[in-house]
């Protein structure tokens, strides 16, 4: 996938995620959780249907790499370069 | 590979939303509720064309739509449902009725702020403070019981409103008698006194439906009258279940919501079941009552809680049922809700286990006759007359909610030692749902969903 691809299919599992979410405004380098207003348990949810779509498992201890848009876009590139 | 990755006992809210958790990430999951109904505790029926909520009296957590962060929110997202195609419909207006005092509070807290100003001079300020402080508190945090009435009266230093505020919170969520966790009072604050109560625009029925119905869309397999007999076990782990008709199902996890007593038998658990069996059981009497003849009953009412006698008595009653304190409730009493006819009149007092239990089958009817009509008498001291308006009526008693559900002894909260992190002695068995310690409608759901999030989806 394409970084273009992978940005989109992250705005769409979030959008899946959270019916109230606004992307009009999303800073891609700023974290997602607050400007979204996520807890974990959303942000759990990402990491699960990443999970469910492409067999990804992500370790706990990585999470904090998916904090901002880009970081999402630049540690999923290499996992997902097959897919 | 077993046949099922997860096995999940109980088909009530804990279950049910457990259940769309896991098959929601495409976890091969099947629920086994013994009934030919979901819903547990909270669930349904009809009688004489009526149809019955067997639980809900209002739903905690209101919350509007766009208000993240709100426990009743986060819990729609998890489970994927569209919170705004769920209209909620707020309550009219609640009162705590105690020793000749009275408070008023709804879902905005000022108004409860302002009641307690009037009948209660010069500790308004205090009252502030506590609320500050129960909205920086972290109920989620580990660490050991704290008692929830010493923090109140330290907060509050007056008896009598630290024992009327209680009231509600302890009849609503607490499996202990006398005393209450604080964390338990923080969670039971915020849900009663900060968000709300409200109801559904549908009943139960079409509630229970939707999350069936979430739960078969994501893949989910639900089986009714499917008692389980036991958890088997094969050395340190669980392999699945055994049906009461012999039939053996396999799974990688199992989570039950049967209770911690009922967990144990099933399973062969080691340990003290009585240290488990929680003492809070109730009796509840629903009355209908034709609507012509109620206009002498309150109308501006939601729930009123009630408690003769200056302190507060939350324990098991030393007869059948204890009329001196108690809730009344008026399901249709709620913004925006059609007029109801009959009008729906609920009365709920602490009833004794034990005794109930020891009553013989021909004893049983009448002695629940006597308690219902003494439990009626209670509630008209307080919303006026309705006896001779009743065009249906019936009761439940602590051996119903046993028979019905499974809680030992009736304890509809519990047992008043809650395992929170959900673990049991082999390591796929988890426990979710009453026990583990969230209570309520919506703390029953919240608690399915963390435990599948914690131990299964990781
Ligand atoms: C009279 C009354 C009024 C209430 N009013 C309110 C209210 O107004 N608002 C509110 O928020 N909460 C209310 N509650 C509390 C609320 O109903 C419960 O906290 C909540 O429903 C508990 O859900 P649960 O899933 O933990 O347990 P349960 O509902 O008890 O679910 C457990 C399920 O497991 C099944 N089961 C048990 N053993 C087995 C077995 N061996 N095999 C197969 N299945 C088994 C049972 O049949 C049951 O369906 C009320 C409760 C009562 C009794």
Redesign the pocket.
């Known amino acids: 996938m394409t970084r273009d691809e992978i940005k989109d299919v992250l705005l769409e599992i979030i959008a899946d995620i959270d019916e109230e979410a606004d992307f009009a405004r999303l800073d891609a380098d700023a974290p997602l959780r607050d400007q979204l207003d996520l807890d974990s348990m959303d942000f759990l949810d990402i990491v699960m249907e990443l999970r469910k779509r492409y067999k990804l498992h992500i370790p706990e201890e990585e999470y904090p790499q998916l904090a901002t848009l880009t970081s999402c876009v630049n540690y999923l590139e290499p996992k997902l370069q097959h897919v | 590979m077993a046949a099922y990755q997860l096995v999940i ?7 049910l939303a457990a259940g769309i958790r896991a098959a929601r990430f495409g976890i091969k999951t099947l629920i ?4 030919s109904l979901p ?4 669930s349904f029926y009809v009688r004489q064309g009526h149809l019955l909520e ?7 957590n209101c919350a509007p739509a766009n208000d993240k962060q709100a426990p009743l929110n986060r819990l729609f997202r998890q489970l994927r449902l569209p919170r705004r195609e769920f209209p909620c419909h707020e309550q009219i207006g609640s009162e705590i009725r105690f020793g000749g005092r009275s408070l008023l509070f709804g879902n905005d807290p000022a108004i409860l702020e302002a009641s307690i100003d009037r009948v209660f001079p010069g500790r308004i300020d205090r009252f502030r403070r506590l609320r500050q402080e129960i909205a920086e508190y972290d109920p989620f945090a580990a660490g050991p019981w704290r008692s929830g009435r010493q923090f109140l009266a330290d907060h509050l230093d007056d008896p009598d409103l630290a024992d009327t505020l209680l009231l509600p919170l302890m009849i ?1 969520g607490n499996a202990e008698e006398e005393d209450m966790d604080l964390g338990q009072l923080v969670i039971m604050f915020r849900a009663v006194f900060e968000e709300g109560f409200f109801r559904p625009a549908a009943t139960m029925r079409e509630f229970l439906g939707l999350l069936v119905q979430q739960f078969r869309d994501f893949g989910g397999e639900i089986r009714f009258r ?3 007999e036991s958890i088997v076990s094969d050395r340190d782990r669980v392999v699945g279940v055994l049906l009461a008709g012999g039939e053996m199902l396999g799974a990688d996890a199992v989570v039950s ?2 209770g911690i007593p ?1 967990t144990m038998r ?1 399973s062969g658990w080691p340990g003290e079941v009585d240290r488990y069996v929680g003492r809070m059981s ?1 009796m ?1 009497t629903i009355s209908l009552v034709s609507r012509a003849r109620t206009a002498t009953l309150t109308r501006d009412r939601t729930i009123i809680f009630y408690h003769h006698g200056d302190r507060l008595q939350y324990r098991r009653p030393s007869g059948y049922l204890d009329p001196t304190w108690g809730v009344i409730c008026f399901p249709g009493n709620f913004l925006g809700l059609p007029p109801e006819d009959p009008v729906q009149i609920r009365t ?1 007092n602490a009833a004794s286990y034990p005794l109930w239990k020891a009553l013989s089958a021909e004893s049983y009817e009448s002695v629940k006759r006597r308690w219902t009509e003494a439990a009626v008498s209670a509630s008209e001291e307080i919303v006026g007359n309705y006896r001779s308006s009743i065009v249906y009526q019936d009761s439940f008693t602590p051996v119903t ?1 046993e028979r ?4 030992a002894e009736g304890a ?1 909260y519990g047992s008043a030692v809650k395992i929170k992190d959900g673990v049991t002695p082999w390591p796929n068995l988890f426990l979710a ?2 026990d583990q310690g969230y ?6 759901m919240l ?1 399915g969903i963390t435990m599948v999030n914690r131990h299964i989806l990781r």
């Open positions: 006992i109980g088909g009530g809210l804990s279950g086994v509720e013994q009934h819903g547990g505790l909270n067997t639980g809900l009296h209002a739903m905690t609503y499917s008692p389980v919501t049967a009922e099933l109730f509840e709920t909610i019905f559900t499974r809680k509809v749902g009453t209570l309520g409608i919506v703390g029953a608690s």
